[in-house]
């Protein structure tokens, strides 16, 4: 745990008592401050009671004595409304801030210069940030791994010289941390997502922008120049004076970073150097996995990584759990769990990396469905529909790409390793990316994805994928 000492001695309500926000009570009372705990839920607040907080309704106390409220990023800060508990800290004068900007302000007053790697971008950064803590592993940094990736960033050991943070950054999370100040930040990619928390794809690529725009002065932002409003963030940086190192997987760059042939090059001042190859990592596969390697790359070494040491670590990390994850094989067929594939910009870096592909799909729908993907249906062999936007996506695939509505994920399962072993294609792929959120059917995308593992793995004859 990171104990808060900047709020020793004060009052601080926390809104929203999940994993970051319980954690965050459980910080700011390490650190000498009484909490005033409060959720919307009765049982979250049934649970903070019995930790020993105090609970409260926000809506019928007194404000006068906060000097903060923690809100979770699970929590409307500005969009489609704010909530209530946001706009009765405005009305009292009383900042809004999260739980990545109580370690921020932990890391100024304790371990200025302990190295902090923080990651966002639409598509990627969970994977990114994986690799990226692997990497540092593999180079003998005592590694703490957290943020939206799964492990509250309080609950993680304290900042110190040697002992590196990667944390991995939502657009709800960088909003509530007002003085965000990594020694490296990376930025992948934008495209549209949670428009409905941001109002706009401006305002949500104003966001993502801040966490590369607060990187200390000797630090490094890391920006993925492939889509227009990243290349836009790269150039401002740069005309801030911010040291900049340019990413892309599409084109070649004269001072930057950039993939081509399965190999990671860097390029600066007319000198070109080639830094790793990514040819043969299975759990690197992929323009869009060729990208989160440049980026954790040029990351790793801006903290001091050699090379060699690189390498080895590239070739040596096992992937993530529920993206791109290879789950299976029977015969010539591969099962491969991109659960984590919730949009449709996601799922066409994973239909990008196949040529032959059952397809399951379909889930709590986002906007704008599927019609992104038509230049993938080639690609598909038949695509098998799950959840609530079966009916809609059936209608995007029309007569390009055949199709059944299996309804749920057993059955889809079930249909797709059929067809598929009956297929005799050489290297048939059953792939899970539904382009969807997971709330209609389950609670998040990874009980989604495990359940596709264990209904893969639970099939006669399928082994593990060495």
């Not at 903070?48 to 404000?63: C, E, H, K, M, N």
């Not at 690609?379 to 199709?403: N, Q, S």
Request: glycine share 10%.
């Amino acid at each position: 745990m990171i104990p808060v000492t900047s709020f020793a001695g004060k009052t601080v309500a926390v809104f929203g008592l999940g994993g970051s926000g319980l954690a965050s009570c459980h910080a700011l009372r390490a650190g000498g401050a009484e909490v005033i705990a409060a959720d919307d839920g009765a049982e979250r607040m049934t649970e903070a009671a019995q930790a020993g907080f105090i609970t409260a309704d926000l809506r019928t106390v007194s404000w006068a004595n906060f000097a903060a409220l923690v809100l979770a990023p699970g929590v409307p800060l500005t969009h489609p409304v704010p909530h209530w508990s946001v706009l009765k800290a405005r009305d009292a004068g009383v900042e809004v801030i999260g739980d990545i900007e109580l370690f921020c302000r932990e890391r100024r007053r304790h371990a200025p210069d302990a190295p902090f790697i923080a990651i966002t971008g639409t598509n990627g950064k969970s994977t990114t940030t994986a690799l990226l803590a692997h990497l540092m592993r593999v180079a003998g940094y005592d590694t703490q791994m957290g943020g939206n990736i799964g492990t509250a960033i309080l609950s993680l050991e304290p900042p110190r010289m040697g002992r590196v943070h990667v944390i991995e950054m939502s657009s709800y999370q960088i909003d509530l941390t007002p003085s965000l100040d990594p020694s490296v930040g990376i930025l992948i990619n934008v495209s549209e997502d949670h428009i409905d928390r941001h109002g706009t794809i401006e305002n949500y690529a104003a966001v993502k922008e801040r966490l590369v725009a607060g990187v200390q002065a000797r630090g490094t932002a890391v920006v993925g120049v492939d889509d227009g409003f990243s290349r836009a963030t790269a150039d401002r940086l740069d005309q801030a004076g911010k040291r900049v190192v340019r990413i892309s997987v599409r084109n070649p760059l004269a001072d930057g970073m950039y993939v081509e042939h399965e190999t990671i090059v860097r390029s600066a001042g007319g000198a070109r150097s080639e830094i790793a190859r990514l040819g043969g990592i299975g759990s690197l596969r992929g323009q869009h996995n060729a990208q989160n390697a440049a980026c954790a790359a040029a990351a790793a070494l801006a903290i001091g990584v050699k090379e060699d040491v690189l390498q080895q670590g590239l070739r040596s990390f096992p992937g993530l759990a529920h993206r791109m994850e290879q789950v299976g094989r029977r015969g010539s067929v591969l099962f491969v769990n991109d659960s984590k594939g919730t949009n449709a910009d996601a799922t066409a870096h994973a239909l990008s990396s196949f040529a032959d592909i059952f397809w399951i799909a379909g889930g709590k729908p986002k906007a704008g469905g599927i019609t992104s993907l038509s230049g993938f249906f080639p690609r598909i062999r038949k695509a098998y529909l799950i959840g609530e936007a079966a009916t809609e996506f059936a209608g995007t695939l029309g007569d390009r790409v055949p199709h059944t509505m299996s309804g749920t994920l057993e059955v889809a399962v079930a249909q797709a390793a059929a067809d598929a072993e009956a297929s005799g294609l050489k290297d048939a792929v059953v792939l899970l990316s539904p382009a969807c959120a997971s709330f209609d059917q389950f609670r998040n995308f990874e009980i989604r994805g495990s359940r596709f593992r264990d209904l893969v793995q639970a099939l006669p004859g399928v082994k593990p994928v060495v």
